[in-house]
């Protein structure tokens, strides 16, 4: 073998001995991560650059175009993209850009806002790269993984790190997170919606936050959570409301006692509601409930936000603590019923709504109730509730629905011309 052949070889066999798991995983499957570029239209105020055109007219509006960008990954060859909501929101144009430059429109398909996805769906020539969702019930601490995206906007970056925990709930930017993969693989700004992928090249979580102030710490949806959803979002549009039919509070040192529970964690169901899946599954008042979907409930705020992932007819394992022993139970939830959510609006804001005139109108008012205090009128038009339009009555329950679990609620008011941001207690 000649000097030329023999480095030739001795070059190959090198690269070849380098190749580990990790680089086969990123050489197969990167091919399916997407960047997810967007626009939304924003109105913004400016001021002339005459005094007396602002003394006559006052400050004036003009449209601007923000551009976003995130990270997505292709799960169906047929071209089904997996990202996060937030990446999308309130985007008046979606394109992508796949691994070979081609940059295509996109279409949303369904987005959920509490569970922070959305699907898009975009249509090329041919079948696309695509990556398998695989389980996240199985993950280990301290398996290796593997985060794949655009951070600010440096496009196919891969990082490696470990599973850190499972099943973290934590609160950024006034929200509760629930059910989150932590990893120590780096996550930054553009990462969004991108895949978390385990060492045999599955999509095991799709990155969603970092932590502010934290370094090392990011967090993913885990797999089962995304097929759970994405299956809804993917038939409906949207995550149906579930109903599963009982209240939880916060587990005091003084009931624990009484109930000879000796941990920290867990939440006290308060009232099971006739009828209700939750009777069906045979959960009582008193009970303690120590996990929801195999994992532990620290608190009534987290078992609330992880029962929000659960779609109607998903059925789920829940654990219970009564007369000093743990007892499994399956809960399966069903479609919340309408006149439930009309209760929520009537009982917890004071007035019930209809549709009128192309728009959903307060329709009575409860004497007495913090609505009436305010001075809520008959009439009144009801345009967004948390940030949600308001078009039907379908919409108004939907949104009470995804408020349950929450303190207050925050409503668009409109009277004439004139619109009002109200919040209420709920």
Same mark, same amino acid.
């Given at each position: 073998?000649?000097?030329?052949?023999?480095?030739?070889?001795?070059?190959?066999?090198?690269?070849?001995?380098?190749?580990?798991?990790?680089?086969?995983?990123?050489?197969?499957?990167?091919?399916?991560?997407?960047?997810?570029?967007?626009?939304?239209?924003?109105?913004?105020?400016?001021?002339?650059?005459?005094?007396?055109?602002?003394?006559?007219?006052?400050?004036?509006?003009?449209?601007?175009?923000?551009?976003?960008?995130?990270?997505?990954?292709?799960?169906?060859?047929?071209?089904?993209?997996?990202?996060?909501?937030?990446?999308?929101?309130?985007?008046?144009?979606?394109?992508?850009?796949?691994?070979?430059?081609?940059?295509?429109?996109?279409?949303?398909?369904?987005?959920?806002?509490?569970?922070?996805?959305?699907?898009?769906?975009?249509?090329?020539?041919?079948?696309?790269?695509?990556?398998?969702?695989?389980?996240?019930?199985?993950?280990?601490?301290?398996?290796?993984?593997?985060?794949?995206?655009?951070?600010?906007?440096?496009?196919?970056?891969?990082?490696?790190?470990?599973?850190?925990?499972?099943?973290?709930?934590?609160?950024?930017?006034?929200?509760?997170?629930?059910?989150?993969?932590?990893?120590?693989?780096?996550?930054?700004?553009?990462?969004?919606?991108?895949?978390?992928?385990?060492?045999?090249?599955?999509?095991?979580?799709?990155?969603?936050?970092?932590?502010?102030?934290?370094?090392?710490?990011?967090?993913?949806?885990?797999?089962?959570?995304?097929?759970?959803?994405?299956?809804?979002?993917?038939?409906?549009?949207?995550?149906?409301?579930?109903?599963?039919?009982?209240?939880?509070?916060?587990?005091?040192?003084?009931?624990?006692?009484?109930?000879?529970?000796?941990?920290?964690?867990?939440?006290? $169901?308060?009232?099971?509601? &006739? !009828? =209700?899946? *939750?009777?069906?599954? +045979?959960? @009582?008042? %008193? #009970?303690?409930?120590?996990?929801?979907?195999?994992?532990?409930?620290?608190?009534?705020?987290?078992?609330?936000?992880?029962?929000?992932?659960?779609?109607?007819?998903?059925?789920?394992?829940?654990?219970?603590?009564?007369?000093?022993?743990?007892?499994?139970?399956?809960?399966?939830?069903?479609?919340?019923?309408?006149?439930?959510?009309?209760?929520?609006?009537?009982?917890?804001?004071?007035?019930?709504?209809?549709?009128?005139?192309?728009?959903?109108? $307060?329709?009575?008012?409860? &004497? !007495? =109730?913090? *609505?009436?205090?305010? +001075?809520? @009128?008959? %009439? #009144?038009?009801?345009?967004?509730?948390?940030?949600?339009?308001?078009?039907?009555?379908?919409?108004?329950?939907?949104?009470?629905?995804?408020?349950?679990?929450?303190?207050?609620?925050?409503?668009?008011?409109?009277?004439?011309?004139?619109?009002?941001?109200?919040?209420?207690?709920?």
């Amino acid at each position: 073998m000649n000097a030329l052949l023999w480095v030739a070889a001795l070059t190959l066999g090198d690269v070849n001995s380098r190749r580990d798991a990790v680089v086969q995983v990123v050489e197969k499957f990167s091919p399916a991560v997407v960047y997810v570029g967007t626009v939304q239209l924003v109105e913004r105020s400016f001021r002339s650059m005459s005094p007396l055109d602002d003394f006559f007219f006052g400050p004036r509006e003009r449209t601007e175009a923000i551009e976003g960008l995130g990270s997505g990954v292709i799960v169906d060859p047929a071209g089904i993209i997996l990202t996060n909501e937030h990446v999308i929101r309130g985007a008046s144009q979606i394109h992508v850009i796949l691994a070979d430059g081609r940059k295509l429109d996109a279409d949303v398909v369904g987005s959920d806002n509490d569970n922070d996805l959305a699907v898009l769906k975009i249509v090329a020539k041919g079948p696309l790269p695509a990556a398998k969702i695989g389980n996240s019930n199985d993950l280990m601490i301290g398996e290796k993984v593997i985060a794949i995206g655009s951070p600010f906007g440096l496009k196919k970056t891969v990082t490696v790190g470990v599973v850190s925990a499972v099943g973290r709930s934590f609160k950024a930017d006034n929200r509760d997170y629930d059910d989150f993969i932590q990893t120590d693989a780096s996550i930054n700004p553009g990462n969004s919606g991108g895949p978390l992928l385990n060492i045999d090249g599955e999509v095991i979580g799709i990155n969603s936050a970092i932590y502010a102030g934290g370094q090392g710490i990011g967090f993913a949806i885990p797999a089962d959570k995304v097929k759970r959803v994405v299956a809804e979002l993917s038939q409906f549009g949207k995550l149906r409301p579930a109903w599963v039919g009982f209240e939880v509070e916060n587990l005091n040192p003084k009931v624990a006692r009484a109930t000879a529970w000796d941990r920290t964690y867990g939440a006290l $169901v308060v009232s099971v509601e &006739p !009828g =209700s899946p *939750a009777e069906a599954a +045979g959960v @009582q008042d %008193g #009970d303690i409930v120590v996990s929801a979907g195999g994992h532990q409930v620290d608190d009534a705020n987290e078992l609330r936000a992880r029962l929000k992932s659960y779609p109607a007819k998903a059925g789920f394992p829940l654990e219970v603590f009564r007369d000093g022993k743990t007892v499994p139970l399956t809960v399966t939830p069903a479609e919340f019923p309408p006149r439930l959510a009309d209760e929520l609006g009537w009982k917890r804001l004071g007035f019930r709504v209809k549709a009128a005139g192309g728009a959903i109108t $307060v329709a009575a008012i409860r &004497p !007495g =109730s913090n *609505a009436a205090k305010i +001075g809520f @009128q008959p %009439g #009144d038009v009801i345009s967004k509730v948390n940030g949600r339009a308001i078009a039907s009555e379908n919409d108004w329950r939907e949104a009470l629905v995804s408020s349950r679990g929450a303190s207050s609620v925050l409503i668009l008011v409109r009277r004439g011309r004139a619109g009002y941001h109200i919040t209420l207690p709920f």
